[in-house]
């Protein structure tokens, strides 16, 4: 089944295999997704393609800098004839897969709203806390921070998301297979491959998978040599890193472990599973330092240093 929802992001996305699969593990991982790219490059209809995949109850936010946290939780509003009642209407986050489109076009405090939403699967308005749907996985897109009229999502939003995905530009390869197979740029139709039970069957499998002792010891020692005021740091995240890796780092490198373990058809997850999930779930979890803005050194940089740097098994 996994399989097939692959096959048919692959067709949405055209030669972006590494995007998709990192998507797809996500979802059977059961966390959030923030994908970066210039705009343009499909990462609104790869979200899109997604829902209509799973047949989840779909809703898109575009946002915007006038957009207001009541806008995406809901709010009250005043209701009825003879006797007028304050009634609760639903923000567009009361739905199975959100697509937070250009979520750093909106005001931090429109952000802070998705907080509760991604955490807790809740929202809460005037003291009342209401469950949101199950599942429940918000999608965001980001252009590059250097584009005019851009915020910086907070740390502890970033942290909330599994993976952030950077979207890579296509070549004229892919861009001569678009112009030819597409009239105006529309993605091929496509049938559900998934539904609500299948869906939850496969995140079952993904909780059956074993995590080994050595694995969770080698992601346990990956995060904390993330951290600069640790003795396991190496010496580029001692000048380049500010701030490391939170605790949920190391939740997420479990989670995506096993949904890729599952992927792979394995029973048990590897350090490779480990090694291939680090670059998306750290790269937005470390906070660099300004040396690395004056170097040119950017956390996926950081990463691959230290994975490097960090041996899968102790050195004895």
Known sequence: MASRLKAGLNQVMLDQEMVVEQVVTAVLARGHVLLEGLPGLGKTELCKALARLLALPFRRIQFTPDLLPGDITGTYVLEGEARRDFVFREGPLFASLVLADEINRSSPKTQSALLEAMQERSVTVLGQTRPLPDPFFVLATQNPIELEGTYPLPE????????????????????????????????????PVLDAEGLSRLFAAVDRVHLPGPVA???????EASDPRQPSAPEPVRRFVRFGASPRAALALAAAGRARALLEGRPNVGFDDVVAAAPAALNHRLVLAYEASLEKVSAPDVVRELLKATPEVPRG
Do not use: N, S
């Open 217 to 223: 010891d080698f992601i346990g020692r990956l995060v």
């Open 156 to 191: 502890a939003q970033l942290d909330r998301f599994l993976f952030r995905i950077l979207v890579p530009p296509v070549g004229a390869k892919t861009l001569r297979t678009l112009l030819t197979t597409r009239v105006r740029g529309a993605p091929p139709a496509q049938e």
